[in-house]
């Protein structure tokens, strides 16, 4: 990627967005980080409305399924069925391991689900995988 990668990172819980952005930080991932408390502020982010009319397309979102006014689930349906919203890729960072919350985010059509580390290192590693393939191996829309 020839520019510092945009995140949309979209969760409720201001613990787990300062430590994924920590982990970010600790593998020495420069990105632009733009946060989303809830489901219905992160479609009001992509669809640069109210407060967000100067929101840059991200070129990827983290999205946290649980979360308030509108779910993890609802905004990657409605993500995935904008045509001009569908190309970003999402990789879903939940807690839940439900086979159904998997499988309903694949059929919802999720880039990847990943179950969130509860250890430091564990996620660490998380981290340096999704640098090592979203901004190194793969090529972003």
Known sequence: MDRTPRILLVDDNAGDVDLTQ???RECSVHAHFYIAG????ALQF???EGAFVEAPTPDLIILDLNLPRLSGRDVLRRIKSTPELRRIPIVVLSTSSSAQD???CYELMANTYIVKPT???DL???VRTL???WFGTATLP
Do not use: N, P, T
Not at 38 to 41: A, I, P
């Open 131 to 133: 640098e090592q393939y």
């Open 22 to 24: 920590e982990a970010f």
């Open 102 to 104: 998997i499988h309903a």
């Open 46 to 48: 992509l669809m640069r």
């Open 124 to 126: 660490l590693r998380v």
């Open 119 to 121: 250890q430091w290192e």
């Open 38 to 41: 809830d489901g219905h502020e």
